[in-house]
């Protein structure tokens, strides 16, 4: 019997860059409301970080004509590990490229997905310092948790739309060693994929763009570890006039708790309030959904409809697709 050997090589989403049309209205969202905190402002971006996130930042939101995503970081599970990775993608017909002068961590090896999205992964990362006010007493936590807004304790994952889950999905498995938790094919095309490299259900997830050009943000997600948080932050977006997309509900895919804001600047933010399940079965299989239980159990398992905007909406924002779309909703049932 043969038996593919996994590989161990990256240990975790690290980072992700947001751009935003609206910084100030962005970092209010994420500063204030999220709670996170603000480690470096360069003047084109600032740096933030959830409570428990342990390096310089997990979020860089960048001043931009439009919102979007930029590169999302990674770091590898040791420095040989790295130079593994390295040497497989550069084996590929999609090589990537040495980087320099990061901020928050150093050297990193730059390459993209098939579709053309850009990440980073590297070994050398600057750990956060809290200054003497900052620190807790729980030796486990990077700093105190903040009394400001229902603070999420880390980034979780991010969603990308691509134009072919399948070719991505690959990439990643293939080059760094992901693992496919769960997928969603309909009609016998893969419109959705769950990966990871941890006993995390996903910390990417990859789904078909059908309404733009691929390479677009679906969303982004901070972990709060508690649900009932999310109860707590829905009530301030609806106090201070934040777009409460969805949620909270609970998926069917990754069992999380999920709820869904649009932050100021445009870009979908999920707000994850458990873990949803955690998987170390070495041996697990790819759970497929398809006609006959996606739309039954999920994508929701409980906690009311996703609108339709959902699978259509994304980062850039492409307007005619919107407009589209409201046209559809507007139309009389037949
Ligand atoms: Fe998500």
Redesign the pocket.
Known sequence: MSFQEPIHDVAQLASVELFTPEFEESLWFFHDVLGMTATEDDGKSCYLRAFEDPYHHSLKLTRAPHAGIGIIGWRASSPQALDRRVAAIDASDNPGKWVENNTGYGRAYEFSTPSGQKQHLFWDVDYFKPTEEQKSKLLSRAQKRPLRGIPVRRID?V?LLCKDVTRDSDFMMEKLGFRKRENVVLGGDELASWLSVSALVHEV?FTKDNAGPGNRLH?L?FWFGNSGQMLDLADITRDYGLKLEAGPGKHGV?Q?Y?MYIIEPGGNRI?L?GDVGYLIFDPDWKTRTWDESNFMDGGAVWFGGDLPQDFFVYGTPIVEAAMEENAASEAEPAE
Do not use: L
């Open positions: 994952h969603n997830a969303h997600a990754s999380g999920f999920e994850f």
